[in-house]
C-alpha cells in the first residue's frame, strides 16, 4: 500500500504464568523467539517502521525483534497500566505522522499478514479504528464485538454482556487498527475511571464513535490469533505451527510418511519430490533439494542435502554440512561443517567434521576425521575415489589424495599420495594358546575377589 503504517508491538508484560527466567516473547515456536514470527507477519504485510515497547529483558526482546526488512525502535514501559498506556509508551513513534497505526502483541506468534492488510484496507476506506476479531465456537472469557449496520458500536467484556450479547461468537483479540492523524487525540481520550485505574484500548471503540468516527472489525482465523500465557499454551501454539507449515510443504509437492512426527524450523526449506521419513527433526537453516531422501530419527540443522541425496536413518547434520547430489550419509553417522561430494558414500558409524570428500569416495564404518586438537580444528580432506577402510582415524590436519586406498584399521597422520595404499596400524602377532592362559588368569581373580 502507498500508505504509510507504524506497527506498534506490545511485548512488555512480565509473562509470570510462564513461569520462566526470561520474557514470554523470547520463547520459541519452530526455533524462533515469539517476538520474531510477528515481526515476520508486521514484514509481510509491507510495513517497514516497527515501535517496539518492552519491559523485562527489553534489550533482548528488541535484538530478538529486529529482523531485516523493519526499522525497530523500542520503548520501554516502565508502569504496567493497561493496553491504553502501553501503546502510548511508543509516543514519540506515533506522533511522526503515520498514514495508519497498527497494534499487535509480541505473543501471537501464528499472525500472518492477512489480517493486517485487511484491518488497512479498512483504514483506507474512512474508518478511524479497525479491530480484528476471530468467531469461535467457545467465546467465553471473550469480549465480544456487537455489530450494527455495518459498524462495531461496542466491544462488550462478559462480565457486562447480557445474556443475548453473550450468544455472540464473534470476538475481540486485542488486535487493532487507528488513523494514524487522529491516534494521539484518541489515545489520550482514554480513561481509567474502572475498578483496576487502568487505560484501556478496546475504549477507542466509543470514544471514535462518541467523535463521530467510524469504527469496524475485520475477521481473522481464529487459529493465527491464538495467544500464549503458559508453557501448556506454548506446547499447542507449537503444534499448530507445526501442522500448518507441513501441510504447506506437502501441498508443495514434498513427501512425509508420518507428518505428526516430522518438526521444522521457521525457515526449513525441502523441495519438491523429496521425501522425509517419521521422526525427523529439523533445526534452523536446514535446506533440503529436490528429490533427496531423509530417513528416520535423523537430526538436520545448518545443513544442506543436495538433490538425490539420501541421510540417515538416525544420522546427524550439523551447521556447515552439505551434501552433493547423489551422496549418501548412513545410519549413526555425523557431519558437521564438511562438503561430501556428488556420489560420495559416508557410511554407517562414521564421524566426519571440517573435512571436504571428494566425489564418489567411499568412507567405511567406523571412520572418524580426528580435527580437534584440544585447542583448534582442522581440515580433513579426503581425494575423488579415494577408499577410506572401516574403523580408520584422520588425525587432521591431513590430505588423502584422489584413488588412494586407508587400509583398515589404520591410524592417518600423515598425507597420502593419489592412488597410494597407506597402512597405518601395527602388525598383527599370534600367540598359541595364549588365550587359555589369560582366561584362566581372569577366572582366579574373579574368585579371589568372590571370596573376599
Not at 502483541?105 to 492477512?114: C, E, H, K, M
Request: net charge negative; hydrophobic share 45%; charged share 20%.
Amino acid at each position: 500500500m502507498s500508505r504509510s503504517c507504524l506497527a506498534v508491538i506490545l511485548a512488555a508484560g512480565d509473562s509470570t504464568r510462564m513461569k520462566s527466567s526470561m520474557s514470554k516473547v523470547l520463547h520459541p515456536v519452530a526455533s524462533r523467539p515469539m517476538i520474531a514470527h510477528v515481526m515476520a507477519a508486521v514484514a509481510s504485510a509491507g510495513m517497514t517502521d516497527a515501535a517496539l515497547v518492552v519491559g523485562r529483558d527489553a534489550e533482548r526482546v528488541a535484538k530478538a525483534g529486529s529482523i531485516d526488512g523493519i526499522s525497530v525502535q523500542a520503548f520501554t514501559q516502565t508502569e504496567r497500566l493497561g493496553t491504553g498506556h502501553a501503546v502510548l509508551a511508543a509516543r514519540e513513534a506515533i506522533a511522526k505522522g503515520y498514514d495508519d497505526i497498527l497494534v499487535a502483541y509480541g505473543d501471537v506468534p501464528l499472525i500472518t499478514a492477512t489480517p493486517f492488510a485487511a484491518a488497512r484496507e479498512k483504514l483506507a476506506e474512512g474508518a478511524d479504528i479497525v479491530v480484528i476479531g476471530f468467531h469461535t465456537a467457545n467465546p467465553t472469557g471473550y469480549g465480544r464485538l456487537l455489530v450494527k449496520d455495518g459498524e462495531l458500536v461496542a466491544i462488550r467484556e462478559e462480565k457486562d454482556a447480557t445474556d443475548e450479547e453473550r450468544k455472540v461468537t464473534w470476538c475481540n483479540s486485542g488486535l487493532m487498527a487507528i488513523n494514524g492523524a487522529k491516534a494521539l487525540s484518541l489515545l489520550d481520550s482514554i480513561g481509567n475511571n474502572n475498578a483496576k485505574g487502568e487505560y484501556y484500548l478496546t475504549d477507542l471503540v466509543e470514544i471514535a464513535r462518541a467523535a463521530g468516527g467510524k469504527v469496524v472489525a475485520v475477521d481473522a482465523p481464529e487459529e493465527e490469533l491464538t495467544g500464549c500465557n503458559n508453557r501448556a499454551e506454548l506446547a499447542y501454539i507449537e503444534s499448530l505451527w507445526q501442522k500448518r507449515r507441513r501441510h504447506e510443504l506437502m501441498i508443495s509437492g514434498v513427501s512425509m510418511i508420518a507428518p505428526e512426527t516430522v518438526f521444522l524450523a521457521y525457515d526449513t526449506e525441502i523441495g519438491q519430490d523429496a521425501l522425509i521419513e517419521p521422526n525427523v527433526v529439523f533445526g534452523p537453516g536446514a535446506k533440503i533439494d529436490s528429490g533427496a531422501v531423509i530417513h528416520a530419527f535423523s537430526h538436520i540443522e545448518g545443513a544442506h542435502v543436495a538433490a538425490g541425496a539420501s541421510v540417515g536413518p538416525f544420522a546427524r547434520l550439523r551447521p556447515g554440512a552439505d551434501l552433493s547430489e547423489g551422496s549418501k550419509v548412513g545410519n549413526f553417522c555425523e557431519v558437521k561443517n564438511a562438503k561430501v561430494g556428488e556420489g560420495a558414500k559416508v557410511n554407517h558409524l562414521t564421524y566426519v567434521g571440517d573435512a571436504v570428500v571428494g566425489a564418489h569416495a567411499n568412507l567405511g564404518a567406523g571412520t572418524i576425521t580426528c580435527n580437534y586438537d584440544g585447542v583448534n580444528k582442522h581440515e580433513t580432506r579426503i581425494g575423488e575415489n579415494a577408499f577410506v577402510g572401516s574403523n580408520s582415524s584422520l588425525v587432521a590436519p591431513v590430505s588423502i589424495g584422489d584413488g588412494a586406498y586407508i587400509a583398515s584399521g589404520s591410524v592417518i597422520t600423515e598425507d597420502v599420495p593419489a592412488n597410494a595404499l597407506a597402512f597405518g596400524r601395527a602388525r598383527q602377532e599370534t600367540k598359541p594358546d595364549r588365550a587359555a592362559v589369560i582366561r584362566e588368569r581372569a577366572l582366579a581373580l574373579k574368585k579371589s575377589r568372590q571370596k573376599s
